[in-house]
């Protein structure tokens, strides 16, 4: 699937299970970004299992003049309150050269068309508190933070734990 947009020579499509090595370079790079980059855990299999084998995710891929410069990586979650699915993205990057241009903006109208055609109730992200420009970008769309929810977290040996409590 090809999505055009209203950025000249730049369009979105569906990632390819060929692109497993480029979504994990687009990985790195925004965890490079974030400062975050000895978290990364991930590998060509592991993301080529939960993406492409399971289905765990969906990946938007960016390309300007046919080079990729963003992607995205975003699944489905579900609101009790709302009965309805709705479209959690877990991370989009945009080359720093690109930025300011359009492209997250491009991005992101292209995943809430995708939200509302799949008849999702809302989209929903989380932001580092101290990555200013695009906190400031997201309120410039009308998203607003939920300030009042706390994100909690069990991983590895904590959850390997927890899960060995179950019968």
């Given at each position: 699937?090809?999505?055009?947009?209203?950025?000249?020579?730049?369009?979105?499509?569906?990632?390819?299970?060929?692109?497993?090595?480029?979504?994990?370079?687009?990985?790195?790079?925004?965890?490079a970004?974030?400062?975050?980059?000895?978290?990364?855990?991930?590998?060509?299999?592991s993301?080529?299992?939960?993406?492409?084998e399971?289905?765990?995710?969906?990946?938007?891929?960016?390309?300007?003049?046919?080079?990729?410069?963003?992607?995205?990586?975003?699944?489905?979650?579900?609101?009790?309150?709302?009965?309805r699915?709705?479209?959690?993205?877990?991370?989009?990057?945009?080359?720093?050269?690109?930025?300011?241009?359009g492209?997250?903006?491009?991005?992101?109208?292209?995943?809430?068309?995708?939200?509302?055609?799949?008849?999702?109730?809302?989209?929903?992200?989380?932001?580092?508190?101290?990555?200013?420009?695009?906190?400031?970008?997201?309120?410039?769309?009308?998203?607003?933070?939920?300030?009042?929810?706390?994100?909690?977290?069990?991983?590895?040996?904590?959850?390997?734990k927890?899960?060995?409590?179950?019968?």
């Amino acid at each position: 699937m090809i999505y055009t947009t209203t950025v000249p020579g730049f369009s979105l499509r569906a990632a390819t299970e060929d692109d497993v090595p480029l979504v994990l370079q687009f990985i790195k790079a925004l965890a490079a970004y974030e400062k975050m980059s000895d978290e990364v855990v991930a590998t060509v299999d592991s993301v080529r299992r939960s993406v492409f084998e399971q289905g765990r995710a969906k990946v938007l891929i960016g390309e300007l003049e046919g080079q990729p410069v963003a992607f995205a990586l975003y699944f489905y979650n579900y609101s009790t309150f709302l009965g309805r699915s709705g479209l959690y993205l877990e991370d989009l990057f945009v080359y720093p050269p690109y930025r300011g241009k359009g492209l997250g903006k491009a991005i992101f109208a292209t995943l809430a068309k995708i939200a509302v055609e799949e008849g999702c109730g809302r989209m929903e992200w989380v932001c580092l508190d101290w990555n200013q420009p695009s906190i400031a970008f997201y309120r410039g769309m009308g998203a607003v933070s939920m300030d009042e929810w706390s994100t909690y977290r069990l991983t590895a040996d904590k959850l390997q734990k927890l899960a060995e409590t179950a019968n």
